[in-house]
């Protein structure tokens, strides 16, 4: 969406949300809840709708229980293009990269008191639904980062395994590097990461992040596209694309599950696209970068809308609906963020397709260690600003110092100095 709409929508939400919710007159009757969601998969749905039915055997006050699919790609304009007209859902799932708006703006009801067992949620998976110690949305999906390997590719190419650099002690981005500049000498594709296409620049956050990186300061006031870790990261990355040629370039279509791209960075929940895989795979964690080793997740959270008359209803249907016991039902499509089901045992059970090591290193250890993408009020502004800011990177002759330094001229007024 185009940056000043974005703007208008999140400023009409600040608006309709500042003067509370909850208006309505009492109504009669079992009253209907709503929750705007993102996903339209049958089976997803399936057990959301089972959940449902199960809370209203013993709620018989609650009406029908519906979610409400809403294309992702328009996700966030249109539940607050929905909240500003007075349409607001009383549930709705929100991304990680609009966080800071919701959990800002005072839209969402405090869930910390509603929450089962509040405390064994694990703090990063928490900080950023978070403000004053009070939780505003639940963190349902803490999806972590991995590399997806083609082992075949790789063998092909007469490289090692990324599990063999593992155990020596060499998985790295420069070791990684060489990995996918072999394959794509074959005529291949080397690394790829996923939904990037040179335009949502924040899932390079999983490969900067390695080089200690950041898009802005800790309290978010100051521009750090330009800092020298970030130089770095940005440089390796345009060494890759456009003289290793590791990196598909601009305007590639890339598709690893079909088996022609040695690693695609992707979250977890991807494994499921290889089922019927005719090549053999891998998951590893992220390469170490110069700063160590590190992981990188991406979220969504669950929150009740304080515009919503049945808010109360709505923050107890939510409690029900993360519960242990349900949480452990949505693991197998979404990492959940309570520690008692952070084992290799228990998500084995939901998570058939990957195996223990697996599951320890890249989904367990990720989740407690993760970093979440870039987040930042005003997200949807910033991130077209960056956006057109980074697009002369992306040629060959780019200066990639002098890009940065134009990035943070664009986007340092938006951060608030």
């Keep these: 969406m185009k940056a000043p709409l974005a703007a208008l929508a999140l400023a ?107 405390a064994e949620l694990v703090p990063a998976a928490t900080r950023l639904w978070e403000r004053d110690g009070e939780l505003y949305a639940y963190p349902f999906s803490t999806s972590p980062f991995g590399v997806f390997v083609n082992t075949d ?59 200690g990186a950041k898009a802005w300061s800790d309290d978010g006031g100051t521009c750090q596209f330009n ?13 890759a694309i456009f003289t290793d040629k590791s990196m598909p370039g601009p305007g590639t279509a890339v598709d690893f599950f079909s088996g022609d791209t040695a690693m695609a960075v992707a979250q977890i929940s991807r494994a499921a696209m290889l089922k019927d895989a005719t090549f053999k795979w891998d998951l590893v964690p992220l390469p170490a970068g110069p700063k160590g080793e590190y992981a990188v997740i991406g979220q969504a959270g669950i929150g009740v809308l304080k515009k919503s008359p049945r808010a109360e209803q709505a923050a107890d249907f939510l409690a029900y609906f993360t519960n242990s016991a349900n949480s452990a039902k949505l693991a197998a499509y979404f990492p959940p963020a309570r520690t008692s089901l952070l084992t290799a045992d228990t998500m084995a059970k939901t998570s058939p397709m990957l195996n223990g090591d697996q599951l320890q290193k890249v989904v367990i250890d990720g989740i407690q260690k993760g970093v979440v993408k870039p987040s930042h009020k005003g997200q949807a502004e910033l991130a077209q600003t960056a956006r057109a800011a980074l697009d002369p990177l992306w040629k060959p002759d ?20």
């Excluded at 009669?28 to 809370?55: C, D, V």
């Excluded at 060499?170 to 990995?179: L, Y």
């Excluded at 780019?398 to 100095?417: E, S, Y």
């Design 12 to 118: 009409a939400l600040l608006t309709v949300t500042a003067c509370g919710g909850g208006e309505a007159p009492a109504a009669k009757g079992p009253q209907p809840l709503r929750m705007s969601i993102w996903t339209s998969n049958e089976a997803h749905l399936k057990l959301f709708k089972e959940i449902a039915a199960e809370y209203r055997k013993f709620h018989p006050q609650v009406g029908e229980i519906t979610f409400d699919p809403i294309p992702f790609e328009n996700y966030t304009t249109t539940l607050t293009t929905q909240i500003a007209g007075g349409n607001a859902p009383d549930l709705a799932w929100i991304l990680e990269n609009s966080a800071p708006d919701f959990v800002g703006s005072g839209a969402l009801v405090p869930l910390k008191s509603k929450v089962e067992n509040a």
């Design 153 to 211: 590719l790789v063998k092909a190419a007469g490289q090692k395994a990324p599990r063999e650099l593992i155990k020596a002690g060499q998985w790295d981005w420069e070791h990684a590097n060489e990995i996918n500049k072999a394959v794509a000498a074959k005529g291949k594709n080397g690394l790829t990461i996923l939904n990037f296409d040179y335009k949502a620049w924040d899932n390079l956050a999983t490969v900067w992040q390695g080089w």
């Design 227 to 239: 800092a020298p870790e970030m130089v770095e990261a940005m440089t390796f990355m345009h060494k």
């Design 398 to 417: 780019a200066d990639v110092k002098a890009v940065l330094d134009g990035v943070c001229a664009k986007i340092q007024p938006l951060l608030g100095g």
